[in-house]
Structure formats: structure tokens, C-alpha cells
């Protein structure tokens, strides 16, 4: 079996879903159920013979060394994460416990349990530690796209913490010959996203009558992923990547945020256009900058091509309208969400 932490977030639940579609391998699934965990995502599997379930920290190493020898998975998938740049301007502490600390404890657990495995199952065992593009920092508009070898530069709390985690994953690789993998991610869209993030703030915010915050002028660029593709990409790297590698994950679609947001807005006008016949793009508002904004992110995710044979499945255009129909299919997922803890942060992120 395998175990995933961080499983009841928007891209570990989407891995959870996908891998018991997929997969005829048991998945304990370890999260402690932050703000940004939501065991609904996970309804559909609930009862599944092969899923089970366990609320918890990264960071209890008496947890996890327990899980660990009870269940002797063959490999971990850690998705477990603080994720929202935002948070960690207005409060980095938890991203330096869970992404730095939580890291290092889950890497000491599991390296006692690896050190005991028999020969075979010590060399069969894997570490997979899903990271981000934005370790890389940023880019100006015409540099080459991010490749493995690019330097590490993070700029916010959320990123430098992750850049952290990244070292540690790869000296617990040099050091103890932990075997271990690293994939670096462009920004995620799809179906169970948190509506802090911007894809599914505005969609939400669209249907609600609320503004469309842009920050600055809105021309900062990132490189979107329908989170499938990541799921699939870490499923690739997870079976055939190389010990100790790194490996770029991205769906080469670079967009201005402008544009996502705009493209989203003619979406929506085409499938729930608005009562008064105007467009939802007339409720974008532009709003004060992000401190530290990065520009541009830019993957090039040829090495994981190459070597291991992975591409996206989806354009932006195909994957951001089956986005935008996940949410008007499921606002039941959305509503229940968007209250108590979530209006607190709007309120103090956006004054709304
Ligand atoms: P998310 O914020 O939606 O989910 C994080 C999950 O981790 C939540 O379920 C939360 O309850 C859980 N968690 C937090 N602290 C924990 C702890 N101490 N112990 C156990 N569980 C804990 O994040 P996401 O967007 O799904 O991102 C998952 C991973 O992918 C993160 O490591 C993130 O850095 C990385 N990543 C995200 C993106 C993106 O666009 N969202 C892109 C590239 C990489
Ligand atoms: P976000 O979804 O928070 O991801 P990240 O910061 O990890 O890239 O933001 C994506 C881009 O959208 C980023 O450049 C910040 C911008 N943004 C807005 O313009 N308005 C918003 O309300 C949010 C949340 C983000």
C-alpha cells in the first residue's frame, strides 16, 4: 500500500480519487484536517475497500512511526502542506511547523521505518515530495523557462518554507541514501480548490456578485496545470522516476492572471450568463499589489517528457471549462466551505 499525506487537500484529495480509479493498491490517506482539508472531496470513496482514513499531523512522529510499522507501505506520497501565499505573508508560523518541521519529522519517521525494511522492500521503497515552481523564484518576462538545474530563490514565507523542505528531502537522499523523489509543480486548476485561490475566488466570487480581485495591473504570469495532469505526473514519477531526481511538472501554458481571469469571466457568460445580460468580467476590480509579488513562473517540463514519457492531457481551454462546470455541478462542495473560517480570511484579505 501507499501512504499520502496531505490527501484531504485540493490536490492530494484529487490524487486519492484518481489513484483508487486507477490503482489496485490500498492508499491510507494521513492529513490533519487544516482549513484546507475537506474530507467531503472524499465522499465518493469513503466506504472503499482500499481507502482508509487517518487525522493527523506530519509533524507526530509517534503517529506516523505507528502508521508506518501497522500498515508497511511501499512507498509516501507527501502532499501535506501550508499552500496559500497570502496566509504566509500574514502569518508564516504554521508554514515554517508543517512545510520545515512537519518535513523533517516525517523524513525522520520514515527513515527508521526504511532503515528496518528487508533488502528488497528498503530498495523497492520510495519518498515522494511534491513541491512547488515557485522555490525557483522569479523569472523576467523573456528568461528561459525554470529547468531542475535552475537556482533556488524563493521570495515568500510559503516558498522559502517549501524551498526548506526541498533541501532536507534531498540531503535525507545524500546523506542516508533515502530514496527519494522531488517534483516541482506550476501553479494547479481543477475540481476541489479551495476558493482562496484565484481560480476558484473568482468563480465563486463571479456566481455571488462579488468583485474580481485582481492585485496590481494583473499582468503577473504563472503556468497552469489541470490538477489530473499533476496527479498523473506524480503517479509516472512515483513508477519509473530515477532516485534522487528532480523533476519538473507544467502544462506550458503561460497566462497572465488578467487573462485567466477574463477567459473565466467569457466561460461563465457562455454557460450561466448573468440576469442583467452583462458579462461577469464588468465585477473584476483591481486591488493593492501582493508584497513581494513574483512576476513570472515559467516551467519547462521536457526532462519528465524525455525521460519518462509524461505529457499533459489537457490545454487550458479544455481543462479551465471543465473547471468552471465542476463548480456549477457541485455548489453544494462550494457552500459548505465558504463560511465561518473562510469569511474571516476574506474579510481580512479583501475587506469584503
Ligand atoms: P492544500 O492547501 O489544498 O492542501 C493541503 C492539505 O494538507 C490539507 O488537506 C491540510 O489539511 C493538510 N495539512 C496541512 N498541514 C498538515 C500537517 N501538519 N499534517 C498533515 N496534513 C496537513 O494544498 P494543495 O494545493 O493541495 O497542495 C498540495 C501540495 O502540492 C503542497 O505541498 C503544495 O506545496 C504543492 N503544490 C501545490 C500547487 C498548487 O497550485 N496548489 C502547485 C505545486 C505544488
Ligand atoms: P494563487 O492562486 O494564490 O497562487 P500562487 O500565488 O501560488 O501563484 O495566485 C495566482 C496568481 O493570482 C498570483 O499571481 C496572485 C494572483 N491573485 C490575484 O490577482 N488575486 C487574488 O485574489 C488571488 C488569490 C491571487
Known amino acids: 500500500m501507499i501512504l499520502v499525506t496531505g490527501g484531504a487537500g485540493f490536490i492530494g484529495g484529487n490524487f486519492v480519487l484518481d489513484w483508487l480509479d486507477v490503482q489496485d493498491e490500498p492508499v491510507v490517506n494521513l492529513d490533519l484536517l487544516t482549513y484546507a482539508g475537506n474530507l467531503e472531496t472524499l465522499n465518493r470513496v469513503a466506504d472503499h475497500p482500499h481507502y482508509q482514513f487517518v487525522q493527523g499531523d ?7 512511526s ?39 519529522r516525517l523524513l525522520e519517521a520514515t527513515r527508521a521505518y526504511w532503515s528496518r525494511l ?7 521503497f520510495r519518498f515522494l515530495h511534491v513541491s512547488t515552481d515557485e522555490v525557483y523564484g522569479s523569472l523576467d518576462k523573456t528568461a528561459p523557462a525554470f529547468t531542475e538545474t535552475h ?16 533541501h532536507l528531502v534531498r540531503a535525507y537522499h545524500h546523506t542516508y541514501g533515502l530514496p527519494v523523489l522531488t517534483t516541482n509543480c506550476s501553479n494547479n486548476y481543477g475540481p476541489y480548490h479551495f476558493p482562496e485561490k484565484l ?21 503577473q504570469i504563472r503556468d497552469w496545470l489541470y490538477v489530473k495532469d499533476h496527479c498523473s505526473a506524480i503517479r509516472r514519477v512515483l513508477e519509473a522516476g530515477s532516485l534522487g531526481e528532480v523533476y519538473n511538472v507544467g502544462g506550458w501554458n503561460e497566462k497572465a492572471n488578467l487573462e485567466v481571469v477574463k477567459t473565466l469571466c467569457a ?11 452583462l458579462s461577469y468580467a464588468t465585477q473584476i476590480s483591481f486591488v493593492k499589489d501582493r508584497p513581494g509579488h513574483d512576476r513570472r513562473y515559467a516551467i519547462d517540463a521536457s526532462k519528465l517528457e524525455r525521460e519518462l514519457g509524461w505529457k499533459p492531457a489537457e490545454t487550458f481551454e479544455s481543462g479551465i471549462r471543465k473547471t468552471v462546470r465542476w463548480y456549477l455541478a457541485n455548489p453544494d462542495w462550494v457552500a459548505h466551505i465558504t463560511s465561518g473560517a473562510y469569511r474571516d480570511w476574506t474579510n481580512k484579505q479583501y475587506g469584503l
Open 151 to 166: 537556482r533556488y530563490e524563493p521570495n515568500s514565507p510559503y516558498s522559502a518554507s517549501k524551498a526548506a523542505s526541498d
Open 267 to 277: 466561460i461563465l457568460d457562455e454557460e450561466q450568463p448573468r440576469a442583467d445580460g
Open 58 to 64: 506530519i509533524g507526530d512522529s509517534a503517529l506516523v
Open 118 to 124: 528487508s533488502d528488497h522492500d528498503r530498495a523497492a
Open 66 to 104: 505507528r502508521l508506518l510499522a501497522e500498515h508497511q507501505p511501499r512507498a509516501i506520497i507527501n502532499f501535506a502542506a501550508e499552500s496559500h501565499v497570502d496566509r504566509s505573508i500574514t502569518g508564516p508560523e504554521d508554514f515554517i511547523q508543517t512545510n520545515i518541521v512537519g518535513t523533517f
Open 199 to 219: 481560480i476558484p475566488l473568482c468563480i465563486h466570487n463571479a456566481l455571488t456578485g462579488q468583485p474580481l480581485p485582481i492585485y496590481g495591473d494583473g499582468q
